[in-house]
């Protein structure tokens, strides 16, 4: 069995679950026991870049992986705006304006930090108990609720990123969460050249991380407005995913050679490379025994001195639990059956 980490360089087309399947083909034709197999982090198929994906039991972190911070490049084209806010929808709204370099770096910073956004009308977001973009499409008035997100870095990409051939001109449907299902292909033929003309841009990619339930739509909308235009998302690459970058991720074409070679393990992370943020605190075996039941463990060799909150249990053998260390005890926040 394999616990671990397989990271892949997502090409724009295939959607995750795609990606989970082609994970799943590769471990048939390697003859590798039937497992779990999760990803962390939705990206859609119009998006590009890190999707991690978990197997056996690091699937049990997956939704830890969801809350995790996330890096992006993307591309703003200015001069048009559409209803999705890519380049799927139709245009609303046009301007004459370009704006220039000095003019975007003038307002990035109102776009650091803690802010608000109006998420997309074509987003998964429910309103009233339906999904936005289901309202949106049936024609439907939808009045979207601020939300508040934090923006921990936010530049314009110097050397311009060196995206896939088939990640350029890419759009996004984008979310840090769920993807939004259904819509048509590109249908507004809005150039997204990053051509400047006297100085003025059409287009520029910026690079930012970001917290979960950023919407890198609305961001892009709202950095053209501040710099007195409108834009929309011209391509999306995630660059990482919690602890997870762009340096260890594979190719599909590389995850089947694996497959076929059964030489998966060679690519895969281990279970621990979901969280090293986590710090690690050392167990007997009579603790790791006690945890892997799950029971708690209580009083001052227990605790052994650690800090309140989240920690790895470890003993001689590897990961034993994902553990909350609270004053004297010890709670079991996921076992791990290794």
């Not at 724009?12 to 082609?22: E, L, M």
């Not at 987003?123 to 009233?128: F, I, N, R, Y």
């Not at 089947?256 to 007997?284: F, Y």
Request: net charge neutral; aromatic share 4%.
């Amino acid at each position: 069995m394999l616990h671990g980490w397989i990271v892949i360089d997502k090409p724009v087309g295939p959607g995750s679950t795609q990606i989970v399947s082609a994970v799943k083909r590769a471990l048939r034709s390697g003859g590798y026991p039937k497992m779990k197999v999760g990803h962390g982090g939705t990206l859609d198929p119009l998006a590009s870049g890190v999707l991690p994906v978990a197997l056996g039991e690091a699937t049990k972190l997956c939704g830890r992986m969801l809350d995790a911070d996330k890096g992006y490049d993307f591309t703003i084209a200015f001069g048009a705006q559409t209803d999705t806010l890519d380049r799927e929808g139709p245009v609303v709204a046009t301007s004459d304006v370009r704006p220039t370099l000095a003019e975007i770096a003038a307002v990035l910073p109102r776009f650091t930090g803690p802010i608000e956004q109006v998420p997309p009308i074509y987003s998964a977001l429910k309103v009233d108990g339906r999904r936005a973009y289901d309202r949106a499409r049936a024609g439907e008035d939808v009045e979207m609720k601020t939300r508040a997100v934090k923006i921990h870095a936010l530049s314009v990409s110097s050397p311009p990123s060196p995206f896939p051939e088939r990640s350029r001109g890419a759009l996004l449907r984008d979310e840090a969460e769920e993807p939004t299902p259904g819509l048509g292909a590109g249908r507004n033929g809005v150039s997204t050249s990053p051509e400047i003309s006297s100085d003025r841009l059409d287009s520029i990619t910026l690079t930012t991380r970001v917290s979960k339930g950023t919407y890198i739509r609305s961001l892009a909308r709202d950095i053209a407005i501040a710099a007195g235009t409108v834009g929309h998302v011209a391509m999306l690459r995630r660059t990482k995913a919690g602890p997870f970058g762009l340096e260890k991720a594979i190719s599909l074409d590389m995850l089947a050679e694996m497959g076929h070679a059964r030489g998966l393990e060679d690519i895969l992370l281990p279970l621990t490379a979901g969280l090293d943020d986590i710090p690690a605190l050392p167990v007997t075996p009579d603790q790791a025994r006690a945890l892997r039941e799950g029971r708690r463990l209580i009083g001052a060799a227990a605790a052994s001195g650690a800090a309140s909150g989240l920690h790895m249990a470890i003993d001689g053998q590897g990961p034993v639990a994902l553990v909350e260390v609270s004053g004297l005890e010890i709670r079991v926040v996921r076992g791990f059956n290794l």
